[in-house]
């Protein structure tokens, strides 16, 4: 009897957990803390008792070193029936996975040894600069150069893509998790609080207001909002957060700038031409854009939904193997 297949995309992230399937657009999105929570209560009683200090997501996973392969590997098998994957004899099963683009060889070799031992057939790792600049709608191979800011969550890069390669990718002082580890002591240093992760969520998805070049066409009502919170409940001057955001993207601006200092004159006019392209869950935030393409004098476009762009592009990879053409790995 034939062997079934089934194609799976996954973009792990240290925030959220998204998989998508071939033959469906919907794509299982759940917060990474919400699953490990979930994963915890339902380990048996015996192996907590092993261990002196239940481990959190964060001390077990990180996008360079796997910390605690067992227990990831553990938490993988979850999340694949919390998606509906099973796995059984008959089964063959293939996944393309997202990762770092300057990933190191020893994390992409990892990667595949533990997803082997879950039983996947074939592992095909998909650098995060090809998977974005695809799932923000280029086509594959991306038939010419392409500069692409990804501004995640967790990590954020500039990468130069073209035809199916990334070419280089550097990273950049301006993610989610950057900008709240630096804000989180000097708060609790000037003022003594410790904020919660509503908090944490809302200045993220707001973060473009506090951008000075960028605050005049930032109006909209979660960021007004959100300044209401800050002052009434939370008590921190606007002022503080403008200029610590802004140091960040000052920092990161530098960064881009000295990129495309060192761009070729044919890839510097390919920029000018079709623009830069803007993915990552802070590019949702109104104003990040428009504060990019003032500084670096240029058009940069965020794509339709930056936030998943990631693993739309993975998907449209995984599609294309099937269909018989080449795909980056």
């Known amino acids: 009897m034939p062997r079934l297949l089934q194609r799976i995309a996954l973009d792990f992230g240290e925030f959220e957990m998204r998989i998508g399937f071939e033959d469906s657009t919907e794509i299982f999105n759940q917060p990474q803390s919400q699953l ?14 092993k261990r002196k200090k239940i481990p959190t997501f964060a001390s077990m996973y990180d996008q360079d070193v796997i910390l605690d392969q067992k227990l990831f590997s ?41 997803l082997e031992s879950l039983g996947v057939s074939s592992v095909t790792l998909c ?3 090809i998977s974005c600049a695809v799932g923000a709608g280029f086509s594959f191979p ?49 003022y003594g609080k410790e904020l919660t992760a509503s908090f944490w969520e809302k200045l993220l998805s707001s973060v473009g207001g506090f951008l000075p070049q960028a605050q005049k066409g ?37 960064q881009l700038l000295l990129t495309l200092e060192e761009l070729s004159a044919d890839e510097l006019s390919s920029c000018v031409s079709n623009g830069i392209v803007l993915t990552g869950g802070l590019a949702k935030a109104e104003g990040v854009a428009s504060y990019l393409s003032s500084m670096l004098h240029m058009p940069v476009y965020p794509a339709s939904e930056p936030d998943v762009s990631a693993i739309r592009g993975v998907v449209s990879l995984m599609q294309e193997l099937s269909s018989g053409n080449d795909v980056a790995k």
């Not at 694949?80 to 070799?109: D, M």
Request: glycine share 2%; net charge negative; proline share 3%.
């Open 218 to 254: 930032v109006n909209h009502s979660e960021y007004l909002s959100f300044l209401d919170e800050v002052s009434s409940t939370w008590q921190i001057p606007e002022e503080f957060l403008i200029e610590k955001i802004s140091q960040a993207a000052s920092m990161m601006t530098t």
């Open 127 to 129: 650098a995060n600069a």
């Open 74 to 114: 553990e938490y993988l098998r979850f999340v694949f029936l919390e998606a509906g994957i099973t796995h059984h004899p008959l089964l063959r099963l293939e996944v393309y996975v997202n990762v770092a683009s300057n990933a190191p060889q020893t994390t992409k070799q990892l990667w595949v040894h533990i």
């Open 142 to 190: 991306i038939p010419s150069f392409a500069l692409l800011i990804h501004l995640g969550y967790s990590r954020s890069e500039v990468a130069g893509v073209s035809f199916t390669q990334c070419l280089f990718s550097k990273d950049l002082e301006f993610s989610g998790d950057k900008i709240r580890s630096n804000l989180e002591a000097e708060i609790f240093r000037i």
């Open 36 to 49: 490990f929570s979930l994963f915890l209560k339902r380990r048996k009683a015996t192996v907590f008792e």
